[in-house]
């Protein structure tokens, strides 16, 4: 029986090796090509073994630093959109969190399907409209478009952790003199900081790999990483090496969120339908 | 929880949310669904060319582009989130068994959850290469790869970027399945275990139930996100080779912004649009009916 229960064990290890293997595979593989000589690109069989380099990282982020303009206009949307979306999400998961009203359920649903819609069924009126107003390529459009999925996100995965705050709690605020609001300020809002904190990270990682929405509507200066990249497919060759360090880079920031986050992965992942 | 009754404070709090959409939702909605009954190219004219009714929506029905567009999108979304959710499922099976070091090997796991979608495209594009990782070990274990290279030929393309997708979005069946699994209780599985019940009777009359509505969201969010696949198409195909794999929104994409035929792409975003409602519709249904909203 042991002996059986071991063979099982073990069996059971190297599957999910295999299986690991799989899916870390291709991220340790960009890895590789961000610090490998560019004449190891290409070779048959693949090297593995190599002198690792930064002069790519360098190249894409120091001098000349192609890559830094898209790094800084990433951050800038990631902020700007995670940040504007905070107090219209407060507000509006707190209502539907806590108070019984007629279209409650309506309005619920408008949120969900709009992150449910096809982005690029909106990027043609946003292109010919933004263009109209005169605000083509700036962060502010974008940061305005990017509402679309940071709010009803937000107002969804809120709205869970408001609902773990026994309302009893509010209510004794509000004996002692307070109003709805300042309750919500004084008391609530303290209550779930974790919650509103793990909305805004998970907002700024769907602002941050957004690429649908910047394809089209960001200029020359305005450029995002996922965006910038595209520079370095030239008529002249494809610069993967580049590619490679300015992909690293864009998939750092979210990694380290998601490992931060721990349990709470799984409620943003679901819009706080399942709980860990 | 109890929830209060107010008159007018809930609308209050919802207002801003709903005001700050006005201009990036409704008017663009309205803008699209009336340009999308006129004709309007915009290489021609920067205003619409007049009026011409259902002439955009009958002319998407003659159009071989389109017809193949939607047949892609469900060739793609279909297979590509059964293949996910079956063998995500394995995984969270496999880490139910309570292996030692599973909390890294899950931290592990995530990670194709968070990369960028154009980045992941821009990665496989280059492990698809005549010399990369996947074609060598393609050929490795004797695979023969067409001579045009995996992305080349529009067969090997279409299931080069199904592959891809199932790559990034396995984990997000596996971690989030697990948590269900997590939490159905252990009274319920060790009682069933005494009554003798096996493993495969265990899964089907105790695991599945348990698991069905996380089993029903996941699906669905899946769904949605591969009905409107883009970013990894643009990474690593552009809709090509030919028209091969231009799903509904790319073909929406490349109409509108490259032929730039907008009163024509507005008709297929509307009827994508409606596509995608009665599709919401018939999960929302299954999901959300018993569930308090």
Redesign the interface.
């Known amino acids: 029986m042991a002996k059986k229960s071991l063979f099982i064990r073990f069996s059971l290890y190297i599957l999910l090796i295999v299986v690991m293997l799989l899916f870390m595979g291709p991220i340790i593989w960009v890895l590789f090509l961000s610090l490998r000589p560019a004449v190891t690109n290409r070779t048959i069989p693949p090297t593995v073994i190599f002198k690792p380099t930064f002069e790519y990282f360098y190249y894409c982020f120091v001098n000349p630093g192609v890559s830094l303009n898209y790094l800084i206009s990433s951050l800038i949307l990631a902020f700007g959109s995670a940040l504007l979306s905070l107090p219209f999400s407060i507000l509006a998961s707190y209502a539907i969190s806590r108070f019984k009203f007629r279209g409650r359920k309506f309005i619920t649903l408008f949120y969900l399907s709009l992150f449910f819609g096809p982005p690029v069924a909106y990027l043609i009126p946003y292109f010919l409209i933004i263009s109209r107003i005169g605000l083509a390529e700036t962060y502010q459009s974008m940061i305005l478009i990017y509402q679309t999925f940071t709010i009803p996100f937000s107002i969804l995965i809120m709205k869970s952790f408001f609902d773990e705050v026994p309302i009893e709690i509010e209510e004794a605020a509000m004996v002692d003199g307070t109003n709805r609001l300042g309750a919500l300020i004084r008391v609530v809002i303290p209550i779930s900081l974790p919650g509103i904190i793990v909305s805004f990270m998970f907002a700024f990682i769907f602002s941050w790999n957004n690429a649908v929405f910047p394809l089209v509507l960001s200029g020359y200066s305005t450029k995002p990483l996922p965006i910038g990249t595209f520079n370095f497919f030239a008529t002249t060759g494809v610069a993967w090496n580049n590619i490679a360090a300015t992909s690293v880079v864009t998939m750092l920031p979210p990694m380290l969120i998601f490992l931060a986050l721990g349990k709470y992965v799984v409620r943003g992942l679901t819009f706080g339908a399942v709980k860990q | 929880?109890?929830?209060?009754?107010?008159r007018f404070?809930?609308?209050l709090?919802?207002l801003?949310?709903i005001l700050?959409?006005v201009?990036?939702?409704i008017?663009?909605?309205g803008?699209?669904l009336y340009?999308s009954f006129q004709h309007w190219n915009l290489q021609i004219s920067p205003v619409s060319q007049g009026f011409v009714g259902f002439t955009n929506y009958i002319n998407t029905f003659k159009d071989l582009t389109f017809t193949q567009s939607f047949i892609n999108t469900f060739k793609l979304s279909v297979p590509v989130v059964i293949i996910e959710f079956v063998i995500g499922l394995g995984?969270a099976l496999?880490f139910n068994?309570n292996?030692k070091g599973g909390n890294i090997?899950r931290?592990?796991?995530?990670?194709?959850?968070?990369?960028?979608?154009?980045?992941t495209g821009?990665?496989?594009r280059?492990?698809y290469?005549k010399?990369?990782?996947i074609s060598?070990l393609l050929l490795l274990i004797g695979v023969q790869i067409p001579k045009e290279g995996i992305l080349g030929n529009p067969i090997t393309a279409f299931w080069g970027i199904a592959f891809t997708d199932i790559?990034q979005w396995?984990?997000?069946f596996a971690?989030?399945l697990f948590?269900?699994l997590?939490?159905i209780s252990v009274e319920i599985i060790e009682a069933a275990q005494i009554d003798g019940a096996s493993f495969f009777r265990l899964f089907w009359y105790i695991t599945l139930p348990n698991l069905k509505?996380?089993i029903l969201?996941?699906v669905m969010?899946r769904f949605?996100q591969t009905?409107?696949l883009?970013?990894i198409i643009?990474a690593e195909t552009m809709g090509g080779p030919g028209t091969a794999t231009r799903t509904?929104?790319?073909n929406?994409?490349y109409e509108?912004?490259v032929n730039y035929n907008?009163g024509y792409?507005?008709a297929i975003?509307?009827i994508?649009?409606f596509t995608?409602?009665i599709i919401?519709n018939i999960f929302?249904n299954f999901t959300l009916k018993k569930e308090e909203?």
């Open positions: 929880m109890s929830k209060l009754k107010h404070l809930p609308y709090f919802i801003p949310s700050i959409l201009p990036v939702i008017y663009p909605l803008f699209s340009n995984i496999l068994e292996i090997f931290a592990m796991l995530i990670m194709p959850i968070t990369i960028a979608p154009m980045i821009f990665l496989f280059y492990l290469y010399n990369g990782l060598y790559w396995t984990p997000f971690i989030i948590a269900g997590q939490s509505f996380v969201i996941t969010i949605m009905f409107n883009f970013d643009q509904l929104s790319y929406l994409y509108g912004l907008i792409s507005l975003a509307w994508m649009i995608i409602m919401i929302v909203l």
